[in-house]
């Protein structure tokens, strides 16, 4: 069954996001019901929420030698904060989970087909 | 066109595309496969002639010639697959395709053209793709034909194709037709997409105008496909009614120097009989099911033109009317703008300058459509000073040099504007 990356967008850093307001509450509600309605319907293959873009670190390795630099790999103030794994027979039902995701994080989510599925 | 194999070729191509497309479960390969089997075709058919079913030859040629390229091709893992898929229906793939009595042979479902248009029109396709792809697929354009009718490096337009193609592919787009519940945006697309095919073909843009007309009248063919298949929905006898009406008025669009003739001064009597009496039975036929959409308006306000011997018979109060119901279903700043300039006919152009004033100017504020408008209203609103302005912003934002000379020739015709 081929698989799809749902991936959720952000226009800017979320680094001081606040958890404890009624904002951030509401769509953490939504998003766990979006998880278990995935679960339910056998759709799950994994998910994840991401600490903000500012925690990241990127690793070359380049003849041998490994290097690393603080900072995401792209500089763009957009970053991605989160993600999901699905299972799911076509597009269609992809971009029908996709647009249930948008919903409950109340903001873009992107979909891409993993390869070989 | 006198060559029966591109009769053949321009009615069935899409057809013949589209159940390959089914059977052998790749856009490649039945595209591929098609053109082998009208390279069959014209060698054998000015030899042997027309078989009774010319479709479903190059359809059943077609597919034998895709399994043998999969037995050839089966060292690929993938492809073995296909070929062993196929391997289970009811024939010898090895079969000498050139038998008339294969016709029955592949199962030609009507829904395969409306797959197809469904799956070119898919909403995860940028627009300009969703265009490239109907037109290549199911109107069987080559790559050099639609860059040529969209004025783009043809390099562009057949890397816009391969991207399109490969991500329906990558994504598991499904081919078939959408579930009821997602019917009404899905068809909305694809019928977007045939009336912005038909759109381009009308306006046109380039010289190459035998190539524009070429757009409409594929257009049209694709519109009736779609109420052929899909009777029952009244948005797409609307659109096909909208486009035979719009096409009725094609002989008197244009002077003999080519120059662009407006509605108002059209001479009525070289208007096509034959599209006005089908479009206004169409507006007929989609009305009564009283499930009014903006292509049914649309194509009910071209009615009313077409219902008037002279301009000035005009119904304007029942344009108006209509106007106020396509605002209604579907408020954007083009239809308020023709709102607008209906309104002005019916109130005069004070009243249609008013309207206009009330528009988001923003949206339109590259829309030369918008300027032509104002500089008439103001003409005749007797402000040709502002009318000249404006003329000279349509003039600018006009791409197309036959309406460029009909904007300078209106603004030439203005009354010299004070200083």
Redo the contacts between chains.
Sequence with gaps: MPQYVLSVWHDQPYDDLDFNSPETQRMVAQVSDFNASLEKAGVWVFGAGLRPASTATVVRAAGGNVSMIDGPYAETKEQMGGFWVIEAPDLDAALDWAGRAAAACEGPIEVRPTEGA | MTDPLADVFRREAGRCTATLIRVLGDIDLAEDAVAEAFAIAAEQWPVKGLPPNPGGWITTTARNRAIDRLRRDSTRTDRHVAAHRLRGEDMDPDQNPELDDLDGFVDVVPDDQLRLMFLCC?P?LAADAQVALTLRLLGGLDTPEIARAFLIPEPTLAQRIVRAKRK?R?????YRV?RAA?LPDRLHAVLTTVYLIYTEGHTASSGDTLTRVDLSREAIRLGRVLTELMPDEPEAVGLLALMVLTEARRPARTAIDGSMIRLADQDRTLWDGAFITEGHALVRACLRRNQPGPFQIQAAIAAVHADAGTANQTDWSQIVALYDLLVALNANPVVALNRAIALAELHGPAAGLEALQSLDAGVLADYQPYYAARADLLARAGQPHEAAAAYDRAIHLSANATERRFLEARRAALAAPQP
């Design positions: 898919h995860a329906l990558d994504n598991h787009a499904p959408p997602e």
